[in-house]
T-cell receptor
Framework: AQRVTQPEKLLSVFKGAPVELKCNYSYSGSPELFWYVQYSRQRLQLLLRHISRESIKGFTADLNKGETSFHLKKPFAQEEDSAMYYCASLNRDDKIIFGKGTRLHILP | GAVVSQHPSWVICKSGTSVKIECRSLDFQATTMFWYRQFPKQSLMLMATSNEGSKATYEQGVEKDKFLINHASLTLSTLTVTSAHPEDSSFYIC????????FGEGSWLTVV
């Protein structure tokens, strides 16, 4: 079965330090992968998708098929980055399967 | 940008009653919508796929008679929780497929 794994429930990082949120997937075909962010009391928002290869709010994520990973990275954390981050995979039926999420807490 | 709206945002209902949650795509048509539920501090769990003009497809373990889904038009899908019980209390989120997938703001259901 298709699965998305985010091993860290909580990640605390000092402001200005690099951030890496881990995501691993299991999918036999070519996955389409996303990162979603949920700020406090707001709706889920698309942060980035691997096919567009863009950088949003300083975040990037590279699909590594060898490691089946799609880790989210940012070189310098900002306080407004504190949020819940979900890695997700889109399968052939257009179903998005989510990881359990990682809460990112930026320390001042 | 494309917006998906859910109504109501908050609802409290008595145990045994039914409650309907609406999901609307406001400026695009969506043949496919998804319903998720999210328990506190947990991830989103896909409940069902709602297809316009046909029956919804439910994920394993989700009772279709309990969670009735109707996708009567290209802009509206409804989730009805029938004979609600306290364990149905949760955060329900819909999403709609446009040029990407857009999420509603979610609906809090509390069954007392």
């Amino acid at each position: 079965a298709q699965r998305v794994t985010q091993p860290e429930k909580l990640l605390s990082v000092f402001k200005g330090a690099p951030v890496e949120l881990k995501c691993n997937y299991s999918y036999s075909g070519s996955p389409e992968l996303f990162w979603y962010v949920q700020y406090s009391r707001q709706r889920l928002q698309l942060l980035l998708r691997h096919i567009s290869r863009e950088s949003i709010k300083g975040f990037t994520a590279d699909l590594n098929k060898g490691e089946t990973s799609f880790h989210l990275k940012k070189p310098f954390a900002q306080e407004e980055d504190s949020a819940m981050y979900y890695c997700a995979s889109l399968n052939r039926d257009d179903k998005i399967i989510f990881g359990k999420g990682t809460r990112l807490h930026i320390l001042p | 940008g494309a917006v998906v709206s859910q109504h109501p945002s908050w609802v409290i209902c008595k145990s045994g009653t039914s409650v309907k949650i609406e999901c609307r795509s406001l400026d695009f048509q969506a043949t496919t919508m998804f319903w998720y539920r999210q328990f506190p501090k947990q991830s989103l769990m896909l409940m069902a796929t709602s297809n316009e003009g046909s029956k919804a497809t439910y994920e394993q373990g989700v009772e279709k008679d309990k969670f009735l889904i109707n996708h009567a038009s290209l802009t509206l899908s409804t989730l009805t929780v029938t004979s609600a019980h306290p364990e149905d209390s949760s955060f329900y989120i819909c999403s709609a497929v446009g040029n990407t997938i857009y999420f509603g703001e979610g609906s809090w259901l509390t069954v007392v």
